[in-house]
DNA sequence: CACTAACCGCAGGATATCCTTCACTTATTC
DNA sequence: GAATAAGTGAAGGATATCCTGCGGTTAGTG
């Protein structure tokens, strides 16, 4: 790889030092966001960087620039392993899905994607890598669909929705446990997209993806600050 | 439902107003934490709860309790539905682990699983309702491969993580669209839990249910301090 | 209908995290 | 090897949240 951050074409060229540094920060944020969340201190990410804090600062100009940045981050490794999928299909089109999805999960501690209580990263930047991973995802299911390789209703949506399960880490377990059920799990999944020769259900009716991104909240993170007016469902138990 | 809290036993017996305030507090807990992640305030917890911080107060000594009595509920959401489950299988054990794990993501927003960067919920009573719903499961497990009506090698371990992954909020999505997309996923992996005609692969050995509990961190939430003498792997893009 | 548990409103100290600033040192680049 | 971008260490103000305490009020309970 190139010594410097090459991507979105604004780079100003960081020098060696910064770029490494640079990389290090993104690294123990994304161990950090995975273990105690948002909420995880900036602190402790410089300290686990090997990097100081006023570093970390130099480098995003807040906490939320930081989150940002392993957001994005995550989704460019989805797409990047979407364009390798599509690209390598020679045994059809569904076992590339199936090599994507649990090459995802097999990589799943260095994915962050969007942070219970983190900013909504829905930025231009954001969207578009959305979509083109959307338009990558399709390409596959419709000529996966054509080989009547896996059932007709499974959507892009439903793909990402998967990753988005999977890849997040299971609270307060190791990461190779999590990631052995992880991988159990998405199996377990990828042996339901074949087509059902028996009265599998049809799936009920979903959104597009386009659609899903467009429901992601535009706003901050509270959605419906209901005062609540809530009539309280019962909860069992004494303290 | 009788006028307190009647579970555990060491119940001193709520007056009907504080029973009525706490249902309301671990509701507005609830949809709190899985809005905000443990991050949520409490201030703002008592507030949707339309309830004073001073009684929240009252009710949890502090905050950590409060979220380990919301997971335990969670806990025994899952258990109750499980022993339902049991009770009801006269179309088979599959179709009742079908509904088990459907009922579950229908009532997904009742549902609070331990959250990251929340306490390590696993003393006695969490540990003994993970117990008894294991063996629920395994029963529900033997009865449907001695029916053949499922691949025999999935086992508890596999049905609580997919509860785990499915029943956890999709972060900045309004709930409905998050139901939708969780539905249309536990119904695929459901697919994929059939005896397999074809040569589905089988799934990599995985830890037993009771192997999970035992690796759960008995420590805090940070299980690898590591101070980080990661090589850095490198991340695109510029800010 | 009296008793009192429970709630409310509010004030305030403790702590933690965020973020800035600055003088000084180190490492990279040309 | 000189110019300078980048990093270090440390101090400190601004918030936000946690949690406690107390007098006054409300509302179940028997």
């Given at each position: 790889?190139t010594p410097?951050?090459?991507s979105?074409?604004t ?5 060696a030092?910064a770029?490494?540094n640079?990389?290090r920060?993104?690294a123990?944020a994304?161990?950090?966001f995975r273990e ?6 900036l602190?402790?990410?410089a300290?686990r ?29 989805l797409?990047?392993a979407?364009?390798t999928a599509?690209?390598?299909t ?12 649990l090459g995802l999960?097999?990589?799943r501690?260095m ?7 983190g ?7 954001a ?5 083109e991973?959307?338009a ?5 299911l419709?000529t ?8 007709p209703?499974?959507?892009?949506a439903d ?8 890849c997040?880490p299971?609270?307060h377990?190791d990461a190779?446990t999590?990631?052995?059920l992880?991988?159990r ?14 009265p599998?259900?049809p799936?009920?009716p979903?959104?597009?993806l386009?659609e899903v991104?467009?429901?992601?909240y535009?706003?901050g993170?509270?959605p419906?600050?209901?005062?609540t007016p809530t009539p309280?469902?019962d ?5």
């Open positions: 790889m410097a951050a090459p979105d074409g780079g100003p060229q960081l020098r030092d770029a490494r640079r990389a920060i993104l123990a994304r161990a950090a105690r969340g948002t909420a995880a201190p602190d402790e990410i300290r960087a090997g990097v100081n804090i006023a570093t970390l600062y130099r480098r995003f100009p807040d906490g939320e620039a930081l989150i940002r940045q392993v957001v994005i981050d995550g989704y460019t490794v797409l990047h979407a364009q599509v690209r390598q020679p045994d059809g089109a569904l076992p590339a899905i199936e090599r994507w999805l999960v097999a990589e501690e994915l962050v994607l969007p942070l219970i209580g900013p909504v990263v829905n930025d231009a930047e969207l578009a890598i959305q979509r991973l959307g990558l995802l399709d390409e596959l419709a996966a669909r054509d080989q009547g390789a896996i059932r209703d499974v959507t892009a793909l990402t929705t998967t990753v988005a399960l999977a997040r299971l609270p377990l190779a999590g990631q052995v992880a991988e799990h998405v199996r377990v999944f990828l042996d339901g997209l074949r087509p059902g020769p028996d599998s259900s799936l009920p979903g959104p597009t386009d991104l467009a429901r992601v535009a706003a993170p509270t419906t600050p209901t005062p309280t469902p909860s069992k138990t004494q303290r």
